[in-house]
């Protein structure tokens, strides 16, 4: 605790967040209450969100945007309209740290103009004890931090920064509970992400993510099933089932091959379309590749991050595994489900990584023949032990080697999707296409971004498409 002229500020400890005990994940369903009081501060109001990073952080901005509208605030997507805005922010990267930063920055003009508006800061920067101090030292726009795991506060504490026209900043540092029962504003109509788990107990030696988001806690499974439920009652026609690491579903709560079980119970649910992100290496069971190829509804893609195709520098990264072991699962899992598509995350520039372990990568590239891949230039996380690592790659070597990843990630992405012009899949629309007013997209079934023409608006429909050309990450068709 620190006290301050203002308030009594909750800071985060990073220290506190790398602490792991056995004791069971238990679920709260009476934690957010709506006072009185905070039930109606935002009549008449409207409020603005931001989210930055992963699909977790979008579902925890629909959870925001549910409390707000409970308190009265009204949506805008406009800043300058906000009387509050929130910025729900990724620490993955150091880059993703600095545009947020950049974006808060460039609105103090703002609040300077207009004092009473409330200014926001959550998510897995707020986590991290070095941003929150540089936030209170130079953004005095900043009314209101709290962190990951009490974001059901978020009433109490704009209703508190309101009243008292004092900062508040209460970031809890702990491994977390699951906390059920938040209301919840969905961003589309069409498909809905689905919390499975919450943390990672992996602790990767590059990665922020345990320490931000705290320990693995996993959902009970008749809570998941009933949001499915909820979602396919509302006209959704997907679900995607999140976690840090799905794999590792029901291992905290006692459960043997609980992932595979929580599939099955999913896809007894009838929703048209299931899919789930991230899949660990480490955790592969085949059990979970049987479910999938038992079910029509549970799509066969598969995001399965495989960092590096160095054994050294998986090693050094607490991966748990080899490139050949990785090789191993891609076979296996193509063997079993012919059709299946995969998509990875790789990192170059890992520290004290030489120009053989690089080419280590690009034959596993070669082998594998990733549908799409999200490749990133290596990006220290203070705190994390690889930040500590000597033998830093140089900044210019870094880049050279992300540019020659990609040409290799695109050609063999443009060499399979060349295989579908002329055949007919099957679409989900989610509305117009982001790059071609006249156009509409969606994903396939093999997780394919399409392009294309319909003579009526067909979002939230499942349509038949024809492709008619190809791109290394996307293809364009037809509407039949």
């Not at 605790?1 to 709260?28: F, N």
């Not at 299931?274 to 893609?301: G, K, L």
């Not at 540019?403 to 012009?421: D, G, M, Q, T, V």
Request: glycine share 6%.
């Amino acid at each position: 605790m620190e006290k301050s002229e203002k308030s009594v500020y909750v800071l985060p400890d990073h220290k506190a967040e790398r602490q792991r005990t056995k004791s069971e994940t238990l679920a709260s369903y009476d934690l957010f209450k709506l006072s009185d009081s905070a039930a109606s501060i935002g009549a008449g109001k409207k409020y603005y969100i931001r989210t930055y990073g992963c699909q977790a952080n979008v579902r925890d901005g629909e959870s925001m945007a549910g409390m707000l509208e409970l308190m009265g605030f009204q949506r805008t997507f406009e800043t300058d309209q906000a009387d509050v805005l929130v910025f729900n922010t990724c620490a993955v990267r150091k880059a993703a740290e600095d545009h947020v930063l950049g974006e808060i920055g460039s609105l103090k003009p703002l609040k300077r103009n207009h004092p009473e508006k409330l200014f926001c800061l959550c998510g897995c920067m707020a986590q991290e004890e070095t941003v929150v101090k540089e936030i209170l030292r130079k953004y005095e726009n900043i009314d209101v931090i709290f962190g990951t795991h009490n974001i059901y506060r978020l009433p109490d504490l704009i209703y508190k920064a309101m009243a008292t026209g004092k900062r508040q900043v209460e970031v809890f540092s702990q491994e977390g509970q699951v906390i059920e029962g938040l209301p919840v504003r969905r961003t589309s109509p069409v498909k809905g992400f689905v919390n499975i788990m919450y943390g990672c107990d992996k602790f990767c030696t590059y990665c922020i993510v345990p320490y931000t988001r705290g320990r693995q806690r996993s959902r009970k499974a008749k809570d998941i099933i009933a949001e499915i439920n909820a979602l396919k009652e509302s006209g959704a026609r997907e679900v995607v089932l999140l976690g840090q690491n799905v794999n590792a579903y029901g291992k905290d709560i006692g459960m043997a091959d609980g992932f595979a079980s929580l599939l099955e119970e999913c896809a007894g649910t009838g929703i048209e379309r299931i899919r789930f992100y991230t899949s660990h290496p480490r955790d592969y069971t085949v059990s979970t590749i049987d479910v999938m190829a038992r079910h029509e509804n549970i799509m066969n893609s598969l995001h399965l991050p495989v960092q590096s195709g160095s054994d050294e520098i998986l090693r050094r990264m607490a991966r748990g595994y080899t490139a050949d072991h990785y090789r191993e699962l891609v076979d296996e899992m193509r063997a079993r489900i012919p059709d299946i598509t995969f998509t990875t995350d790789l990192i170059v520039g890992f520290p004290g990584e030489t120009d053989e372990q690089f080419q280590d990568t690009l034959r596993l590239v070669d082998d594998c023949r990733f549908d799409m891949a999200y490749s990133f230039v290596y990006s220290p996380r203070e705190g994390t032990p690889a930040a500590s690592m000597q033998d830093e790659v140089d900044p210019r070597k870094k880049k050279d080697r992300l540019h020659i990843l990609n040409e290799r990630l695109a050609f063999h992405a443009a060499k399979k999707n060349s295989c579908y012009l002329g055949k007919t899949l099957k679409v989900l629309c989610e509305g117009k296409s982001k790059k071609n007013p006249d156009a509409y997209s969606g994903y396939s079934e093999e997780n394919k971004l399409v392009n294309f023409s319909c003579p009526h608006d067909p979002t939230g429909e499942i349509l038949d498409v024809t492709i008619t050309s190809t791109h290394s990450f996307s293809l364009d068709g037809e509407a039949l």
